[in-house]
């Protein structure tokens, strides 16, 4: 069975901090995980879900524009978990974030985890 499972998610004050983990588990990230592609995306309520994040197989990294300078994106392959460290959180950035691993036409998603920047 595949998983991915993110987590770290909460209620933030803006100006805050975060750090998302995505743990891949099962048979086929095992000894491939360092192979796959993977993405943070988030979906706020009335909204398409977008690419907030991604890193390559080679950890080649790139941004949404709203978030560069304050996400960073970063994998460890021997622990097979991605991270997303988020900094200076803004309101607008409440969202739910979903965690994605790609590799040639198998692609797979986390469950989500919820973040709330608020006052």
């Known amino acids: 069975q595949v998983q991915l499972v993110e987590s770290g998610g909460g209620l933030v004050q803006p100006g805050g901090s975060l750090r998302l983990s995505c743990a891949a588990s099962?048979?086929?990230?095992?000894?491939?995980?360092?192979?796959?592609?993977m993405g943070w995306y988030r979906q706020a309520p009335g909204k398409q879900r977008e690419l907030v994040a991604g890193i390559t197989s080679g950890s080649s990294t790139h941004y949404a524009d709203s978030v560069k300078g304050r996400f960073t994106m970063y994998r460890d392959n021997a622990k097979n978990t991605v991270y997303l460290q988020m900094n200076s959180l803004k309101p607008e950035d409440t969202a739910v974030y979903y965690c994605?691993?790609?590799?040639?036409?198998?692609?797979?998603w986390g469950q989500g985890t919820q973040v709330t920047v608020s006052s």
């Open positions: 994605n691993a790609g590799w040639d036409a198998y692609a797979y």
């Open positions: 099962g048979s086929i990230f095992r000894s491939t995980f360092s192979i796959y592609d």
